[in-house]
């Protein structure tokens, strides 16, 4: 809006007095009731100021009350400082002719919003010298002066702020107002030191010498700066108060000559902030990059290493596996998992600031977005948790393995040591030469053997059953079981088939014989069934067992229990069959029959049994102490298990505490956002001091591992629910952390106050419904109609492609502020650079790599020429460089 300016000029014939000059001193307009030294300096300056315009059009005046009374002059002034053109004048010499010129001027000057007061075009025409140094002050006022502006001044305030900013750090120069502030003449030369330093060397100047500063002054300005001579040095220091009017219109034109130099300065600013915050931003993409690249790296090295499943062949080798895996999850991959966080907090804070520095929004190479990684990590904790219970399902296996193996050799070993001897002796031609007594005993002892045989049969299925788990379980020594196992197999076949031919060849000539002794024959059928369940015994109190749990040992102990109280039974059976034995030796005896001290019907005697029951009650002790060995071994797991129990049923609850009390500080709204972060980081060094109770429990689990022990009933959470809630929690609060501190950002930048901060929050938590964080899309859309939108269906859709630009179905917290602020900030943009850039080259459609160097610093300027792309316009010059598609990137648009 154009200022009015209303000049009020009145006349009286009599002075002023002393008491109304000072009553009026800082009045703008005050009545033009001149000394003559004030008279003497507006003439000098005014003509000055007149003939700096006129000499433009090729003329100039001499007597400024003459050379405007026919008006013809005055009208082409306007014309030169106003660069438009007035009535045309009229020709004629009368007087009504000159005072039709005059009005025409007086007119020109009234349509640029200048109330005229009390001046005529008569008073202008008669020569009045007030009246035309009045006049002429109103058109230095409307076209020199009124424009200057300094933060929303008036133009005289403005002018007097300009000259004090400007000469602030020189020595001996205060400028207060537009008269005695000037008389030393340095202020003058300050104001033109501090734009050409190369003119003045103000260093050698001296207070005392107020002559020879203003002719430096003076002289300086007309031959370098196109300002001519409006003041003579003498009556400016000679004179009490120099005149304000002069001395306003004098300075005007130094800050004409200098306003390029400081729209070029203010310009330049401009560009070098902007410039700063993008080579900042680029240092975060680069460092992203970096950081991103580093970790998918890693993840893309350690998934191979965890997706080998080769299984090793012997125990040792599998826990060798399982050690390198501890190391991993203890030594390795924590330092990843800072990496992972930062890396998303690196990001979230990159793109705040480019949407508070209007640029556009950080692209990722193609596979480093922050969800690439994101899934990276979740397909790396898939395959490393795969690979753990590979692993151990691995050792089970192998332990049941090294179990079943030793098993076999050990029943192997009774059964072929058995075997030994049985094929000679089914084979030999014994009864071909034995008597009647003799055949019916080797008879008899045939059946002894076919009810031993039937006996071992039980064993060899054993065998046969284990060697087919072994093979089940791809043990890597299967070759040699499977031979070994086909041995006794084929053995055994040969052996029921020799039994059958011996049978048949006893048989036939079983009616050659008569008798068998009885005693001798009950002797064997006792003692074979009662040396088998013997054999049993012994082989049950040697048996290997594997137990995981304190029940499993306790029913082994029970069954003990239970074998050992059939002992007595089985002692009556010894008795009785030692009995026989004595029995034979009485008959003997009493009727004088030579015993040959062999029983025809068994190769077992007395001795045999007595030797194998006296070994059947060695192994008894020996078993009841291995039973209660590994008791003892049970009992210390589920120490193990209830001490692990103990600490995580505490730290699971307490990590699932820390996660929902985070989740109750990010909502709050009853504190500052500064409040939110002290409370947050409070927690953050709870956890962190916290730490210890994890890696005691990480100690604890080890010693369960190697305990070889796999489930706890005691507790539901495993150490790999320890081990990701703990993960969560430090991610949760360095991510709620970041969130806090985006939003103090936000804040500060966009100028939100803690009030429309909390009102923010209330209104986001009342319309989030799962309390996660996140409203949908009609959710969002009732908050916003609840805080005064209206609504339609094109512009709610324009503005979920900002707050959802991923179209993921939701609105978080962080987009919700931007979009509350994002309209109200005051950014700067790809206009206002580009306008920049246009001021610095002069109003070209280029700039050049000179002045680029000349108008920004060092860094900044070869930032410029490296990105800038060769202007191709008509008018093109040798090293011109495109300025509007530079500014355009800057902020990711098109070519304006």
């Not at 009124?146 to 929303?152: A, H, L």
């Not at 020594?477 to 084929?490: F, K, Y």
């Amino acid at each position: 809006m154009t200022t009015q300016i209303e000049t009020h000029v009145q006349y009286n014939h009599s002075y002023m007095t002393t008491e109304d000059y000072m009553a009026q001193e800082e009045d703008w307009d005050r009545d033009l009731l001149l000394d003559p030294a004030w008279e003497k300096q507006q003439r000098k300056t005014f003509t000055a100021w007149c003939n700096s315009h006129l000499r433009k059009a090729g003329t100039g005046i001499e007597n400024i009350e003459e050379d405007f009374r026919n008006g013809l002059k005055l009208m082409l002034l306007l014309e030169v400082i106003s660069g438009e053109r007035l009535p045309k004048p009229d020709k004629g010499k009368m007087r009504f002719h000159k005072i039709a010129n005059v009005n025409k001027a007086l007119d020109f000057i009234a349509s640029k919003g200048v109330k005229l007061v009390s001046i005529g075009a008569e008073e202008i025409v008669d020569g009045n010298l007030k009246m035309t140094l009045g006049m002429i002050w109103t058109i230095i006022l409307r076209f020199a002066i009124q424009d200057i502006s300094v933060e929303e001044t008036s133009a005289k305030e403005g002018l007097l702020l300009w000259c004090q900013r400007k000469t602030a750090p020189y020595r001996n120069v205060n400028v207060q107002n537009f008269h005695i502030s000037w008389k030393d003449g340095l202020a003058l030369c300050a104001l033109i030191h501090r734009h050409r330093p190369d003119l003045i060397d103000y260093a050698k100047l001296r207070k005392d010498d107020p002559i020879g500063n203003l002719n430096t002054a003076f002289e300086v300005a007309e031959k370098y700066l196109d300002i001519p001579k409006m003041l003579d040095a003498e009556d400016i220091v000679n004179t009490p108060k120099p005149d304000e009017k002069a001395i306003m219109t004098y300075v005007s034109c130094f800050y004409h000559a200098f306003a390029g130099a400081e729209q070029a300065e203010t310009a330049a600013n401009r560009i070098c902030k902007v410039l700063a915050v993008n080579q900042e931003n680029e240092k975060l993409m680069q460092e992203y990059e970096k950081l991103a690249s580093e970790l998918l790296e890693w993840i893309r090295r350690t998934i191979p290493w965890l997706e080998n499943r080769v299984p090793e062949k012997t125990m040792s080798a599998m826990q060798r596996k399982l050690e390198d895996f501890r190391d991993y999850r203890r030594v390795h991959k924590p330092p990843r998992v800072q990496e992972k966080c930062q890396l998303e907090i690196n990001f979230n804070t990159l793109q705040t600031k480019l949407r508070l520095s209007n640029r556009p929004a950080f692209m990722p190479s193609e596979g480093k977005m922050v969800s690439d990684i994101a899934n990276a990590w979740k397909g790396l904790e898939q395959v490393e948790k795969g690979y753990e219970e590979w692993l151990l399902t691995e050792i089970r296996r192998l332990e049941r393995l090294d179990h079943l193996a030793e098993k076999f050799k050990q029943k192997a070993t009774l059964h072929e040591n058995w075997t030994r001897g049985k094929e000679d002796m089914l084979t030999q031609k014994d009864y071909e030469s034995a008597s009647l007594y003799e055949i019916r005993a080797l008879m008899r002892k045939h059946e002894a053997f076919e009810s031993d045989l039937a006996a071992h049969q039980d064993r060899v299925e054993q065998i046969a059953a284990i060697a087919q788990e072994l093979n089940e379980l791809d043990y890597h020594d299967a070759a040699s079981v499977n031979s070994r196992c086909q041995a006794i197999c084929d053995q055994w076949d040969t052996l029921g088939t020799l039994t059958q031919k011996r049978r048949d060849s006893l048989e036939r000539v079983e009616k050659l014989l008569e008798t068998i002794d009885q005693l001798y024959l009950e002797f064997a059928k006792r003692a074979a069934p009662f040396n088998n369940w013997m054999d049993g015994a012994i082989e049950d109190l040697q048996d290997m067992f594997i137990v995981h749990s304190i029940e499993e040992i306790q029913s082994l102990i029970t069954a003990h229990e239970q074998f050992k109280a059939t002992l007595p039974e089985a002692d009556k059976e010894r008795m009785a069959i030692l009995g026989i034995q004595n029995e034979i030796q009485k008959i003997a005896q009493t009727y004088g029959i030579k015993l040959s001290g062999i029983n025809p019907y068994t190769n077992l005697s007395h001795l045999d049994i007595a030797n194998k029951w006296d070994t059947v009650k060695q192994l008894v002790p020996h078993r009841d102490q291995t039973l209660q060995e590994e008791l003892a071994r049970q009992q210390a797991n589920e120490r193990l298990r209830r001490q692990f129990a103990a600490q995580a049923n505490i730290i699971g609850p307490w990590v699932q505490t820390k996660m929902e009390e985070i989740g109750h500080i990010s909502v709050d709204i009853s504190g500052s956002l500064e409040d939110q972060m002290n409370h947050l980081k409070q927690h953050e060094q709870n956890i962190i001091n916290y730490k210890s109770n994890i890696d005691k429990l990480e100690g604890d689990h080890q010693l369960i591992q190697e305990a070889l022990v796999f489930d706890n009933k005691h507790t539901n959470y495993t150490m790999e629910h320890i081990r990701v809630g703990w993960e969560q929690l430090l991610t949760t609060i360095a991510r709620t952390i970041n969130e806090i501190e985006n939003q103090i950002l936000t804040r500060d930048a966009k100028g939100i106050s803690q009030e429309q901060m909390n009102e923010f929050r209330a209104s986001f938590n009342h319309f989030d419904r799962k309390r996660n964080g996140m409203m949908d899309p009609d959710d969002f859309r009732a908050c916003l109609i609840s805080m005064g939108y209206d609504l339609g269906e094109v512009e709610f859709a324009r503005i979920m492609t900002l707050v959802d630009p991923n179209n993921t179905g939701v609105v978080t917290f962080q987009a919700f502020i931007d979009f509350m602020t994002r309209e109200t900030a005051e950014t700067d943009t790809a206009e206002q650079v580009m306008a920049s850039f246009k001021i610095l080259a002069s109003d070209k459609s280029y700039i050049t790599i000179e002045e680029l160097r000349r108008e920004l610093p060092p860094e900044q300027a070869e930032y410029c020429i490296s990105r800038m792309t060769k202007y191709t316009g008509a008018d093109a010059v040798s090293g011109a460089l495109d300025y509007v598609s530079f500014s355009s990137a800057l902020y990711g648009e098109s070519d304006l």
